[in-house]
Each structure stands twice: as structure tokens, then as C-alpha cells.
């Protein structure tokens, strides 16, 4: 009975902590970045019809930010419980040979369970795959050798399909030009049965007032981070044709937990 009770305390507790960062970091992100939004609305100004949201080469921000990305991001990730939520994602859904698509600086390295066998890391930037490299150097031998990286474009994966159990990518969808696209790749090298999960950030469909700050500040968010933050993603993995197990979303739906199995394959998406 004691140990139920401690239990349910530490459900509790957990999740009143990820609501609290969630309060703390909303506050936070409504607040902060007054001037910078201000230089960026100056900038666009001087550059008419540019927008880096629509930027095609927005994605080499990622170059430019590699090495001091995880001290930047990793403070609010904690904070939010963003850490807990990939965690989850993963010990629950993982399994087999796993394609990390987006995995940046490999955040998601030391959250692996024992049921992965193999895990290929990808990204487009070698920069950001060096300090995934750095972080697989430092685990242990054996679970170190479960652990590979490649660059690869995400929109043209140079495998054949049907061949990995699980594909993950966690906070990856904003970055791509053409998410849709991104995710049919997905579907396509994912094994029937298999599972396709997603942990990524995106408008929010309960609280409007916060979707449209999103909106407001986009243009900013994409000139400092190479990533946009108010997509509908409800409609992207629509649009996508995957199949939607579990949907869960937190920090006021503004953060996206989300269990997919393939979609059915077609002519468009089916590599020759």
C-alpha cells in the first residue's frame, strides 16, 4: 500500500513539475527576445518578399549553432521535462533496428532501451552529428557499438524500403522544408507493423492566444534556430497518410507525443 502511495506521489510530483516549466518557460518566452524581435521585423524590412521561415537554406543555422546547442537547449528541456518525455517515447516504443531521422546532437543517445538493437543516427548536419559522435564516445563499449552516424538528406534516404522496426525523430519536423514529405520517407523504410514516433513542437489547438504568438514571433524563432515552431502538425501527419496509435500533448499542445505506424504505400512514395 506505502509503495502505491510513493508511487502515485512520484506521478504527481512529475507532473507537476512539467507543468510548472511549462507556466515558467511560457512566461519566459513571452517575455524574452523584445529587441531581437524587433531587429528581425527591421531586418525583413530591408530585405522585402525575404522571409526566413520560407528561407531554403534555413537548415545551415544548424551549422552555425552546433556547438553550443545542447547548453542552450538543454537547460529549458529540463526545465519543461522535455527529457522525461523522450524517455517515455522511447523505452515504451522502441525496439529492434532503429532510424533516428534529425537527431541533431544526439539527445536522445543515453535514452535508449536494451530492446534496440542498432540505432543509425541521421542528419544533414555534419556539425550537429559531431557532437552526436561525441556523446556515443562516451558511453560504455557495448552500448557504444549499438551506435552509428550518417549524414543523409531526409527527404531522399538512401535505403531500401521496409527495412527498420522503428523510426524516431524528436523535434526534427520543424526543420524540413517539406515535413510530408519527410514522413512518407518514414513510412517507407518502416517495416509494416512497425512504429514511427514523434516528439516535436507545433501550434497549439487549445489555447490560441499562444498559437498566435508562435505566429507572431516565427520569423524570429527561423533566423535564430533554423526551426519553425507554429506548424499544424494534426495536418501534416494527415496529409502524410500515417496512422495514428497515440496522441498526447503537453506544455499548453504545444509539444506533440505521438505513436505512428506506416501508411499504405502508393506509387508516389514507393522507392524504385
Known amino acids: 500500500m506505502s509503495s502505491q502511495l510513493v508511487r502515485r506521489a512520484g506521478v504527481v510530483l512529475a507532473g507537476g513539475g512539467i507543468y510548472a516549466g511549462s507556466v515558467a ?17 527591421r531586418l525583413l524590412e530591408q530585405n522585402a518578399g525575404f522571409s526566413y521561415v520560407e528561407d531554403p537554406h534555413r537548415a545551415r ?10 547548453s542552450q537547449i538543454g537547460r529549458d528541456e ?17 525496439k529492434g ?4 531521422m534529425g537527431a541533431g546532437t544526439g539527445r ?4 535508449y532501451p536494451s530492446s534496440v538493437d542498432r540505432v543509425l543516427m541521421t542528419d544533414s548536419s555534419d556539425q550537429m552529428l559531431m557532437q552526436a559522435r561525441k556523446k556515443i564516445n562516451d558511453l ?17 534516404l538512401d535505403f531500401p524500403d521496409s527495412c527498420f522496426d522503428t523510426v524516431v525523430d524528436t523535434f526534427g519536423l520543424c526543420s524540413y522544408d517539406d515535413p510530408v514529405a519527410v514522413l512518407r520517407e518514414m513510412s517507407r523504410v518502416c517495416r509494416p507493423g512497425g512504429k514511427i514516433l514523434l516528439l516535436e513542437h507545433g501550434r ?3 489555447w490560441e492566444g499562444l498559437s498566435n504568438y508562435l505566429d507572431r514571433n516565427a520569423e524570429r ?9 507554429n506548424r499544424d502538425l494534426d495536418e501534416i501527419v494527415e496529409k502524410a497518410g500515417l496512422q495514428m496509435d497515440r496522441l498526447d500533448t503537453w506544455h499548453f499542445g504545444t509539444t506533440y507525443y505521438m505513436v505512428c505506424r506506416p501508411g499504405k504505400q502508393t506509387d508516389a512514395n514507393i522507392k524504385s
Do not use: P
Open 25 to 41: 518557460a511560457f512566461y519566459y518566452y513571452m517575455t524574452a527576445g523584445q529587441a531581437d524581435q524587433k531587429e528581425t521585423s
Open 61 to 70: 543555422k544548424f551549422q552555425d549553432v552546433a556547438e553550443f546547442y545542447d
Open 78 to 94: 529540463s526545465f519543461m521535462g522535455i527529457n522525461l518525455l523522450r524517455r517515455a517515447l522511447l523505452y515504451f516504443h522502441a
Open 97 to 100: 533496428t532503429v532510424l533516428e
Open 108 to 111: 536522445n543517445v543515453n535514452y
Open 140 to 156: 560504455s563499449g557495448d552500448d557504444r557499438s549499438r551506435f552509428a552516424c550518417l549524414e543523409s538528406d531526409a527527404l531522399d
Open 204 to 206: 497549439s489547438k487549445t
Open 221 to 229: 524563432h527561423a533566423k535564430n534556430w533554423g526551426c519553425v515552431w
